[in-house]
């Protein structure tokens, strides 16, 4: 039964390391895959494209797809939401964006969150399983899964074991748990290969733009430098909010307020509030922390 190594690859520093250590130790039969978001910075798409050229390699890319899910959501909501909202609901879930991102937003009515992390398994996750590793499996391969989780990042990951056994028989196998960030960059330099160049522009990771886990400080800097994504978001929390019941959703939930509206809690006012050096209304953000960033244990998000 012949192996394949899949190796998921963010664009962020510690996924770029597994691939240079897998490469470097010669692994054959090597799958690199990248999990479309649809939500990166265009920076990101152009570091994948530079991996593939600096290395001479193939990034396979996958993207969820809802279009399914979107029919049947609108079938519900023709049979059991109120009939004044319905119409709104039905046109917000007319066709997908095909943004994975966007679209499981509009999907859900809201958008993922630090309590409601959907997002990685539905747009990493499961498209590289669905669309990668069960292909394999029912081709007869044995699948190990590269994990560039490192224990030093979060506590969740401080008990990980280096190999695992996971579901549908696919190994997990995390080759840099022990790893510093020191010795992620090092193997960076040693095979002359450039960290994204996002972490030189004030990002703690590399991810979703903006990812929900980003720090307040982030989110101030974010916006100095890529007020353009700002604007994005700004216009997805209108899209979302239409298919939403309720017919708000904000990019990030507001803690404690009884009335959520775009104009007092949407994307603009987390900025605004990001500027402040402390106080001010509290947004979900694990703002001021140097707590964890994604609870995956997989490596999915950085
Ligand atoms: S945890 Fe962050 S980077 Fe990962 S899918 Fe969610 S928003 Fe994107």
Redesign the pocket.
């Known amino acids: 039964m012949a192996f394949q190594n899949v190796i998921s690859i963010s664009g962020g520093k510690d996924s770029t390391a597994m691939l240079l250590l897998a490469l470097e130790r010669g692994t054959p039969s090597l799958l690199p895959v990248f999990a479309d ?1 649809g ?1 990166e910075h265009p920076q990101t798409y152009e570091y994948i494209t530079y991996l593939e050229q600096a290395l001479g390699i193939e990034i396979r890319r996958v993207k969820a797809d809802f279009t399914n899910d979107f029919e049947r959501k609108r079938n519900f909501i023709a049979n059991n939401w109120p009939d004044d909202l319905k119409e709104r609901g039905m046109k917000a879930l007319e066709k997908t964006t095909g943004i994975p ?1 966007l679209d499981l937003a509009i999907l859900k009515g809201r958008f ?1 969150s630090t309590k409601a ?1 959907f ?2 398994g539905e ?2 996750s499961l498209p590289i399983q669905q669309q990668v590793e069960l292909p394999l499996l029912r081709d007869g391969h044995r699948v190990i899964s590269w994990q560039g989780v490192r224990k030093e990042e979060s506590l969740a990951r401080r008990n990980l074991p280096h190999s695992q056994l996971l579901d549908l028989g696919i190994i997990a196998y995390r080759p840099i748990l022990e790893w510093t960030v020191e010795e992620v960059f090092a193997l960076h330099r040693k095979h002359r290969i450039e960290p994204n160049p996002l972490y030189s522009q004030g990002m703690s990771r590399v ?2 733009m903006p ?3 980003a720090r307040k400080g982030e989110m101030a800097e974010i916006s100095n430098r890529f007020p353009e994504v700002i604007e994005r978001m700004a216009e997805w929390e209108q899209i979302v909010s239409q298919g939403s019941k309720r017919g708000c959703a904000t990019f990030w939930p507001a803690r404690g307020a009884s009335e959520v509206t775009l104009e007092r809690h949407g994307i603009h006012s987390v900025v605004d509030w990001s500027r402040t050096s402390r106080g001010g209304r509290q947004f979900d953000l694990i703002a001021s922390t140097e707590g964890p960033l ?1 609870s ?1 244990v997989y490596g ?3």
């Open positions: 978001t939500h991102f993922p992390k997002c990685t747009l990493k991810g979703c990812c929900i886990n994604c995956s999915l998000c950085e």
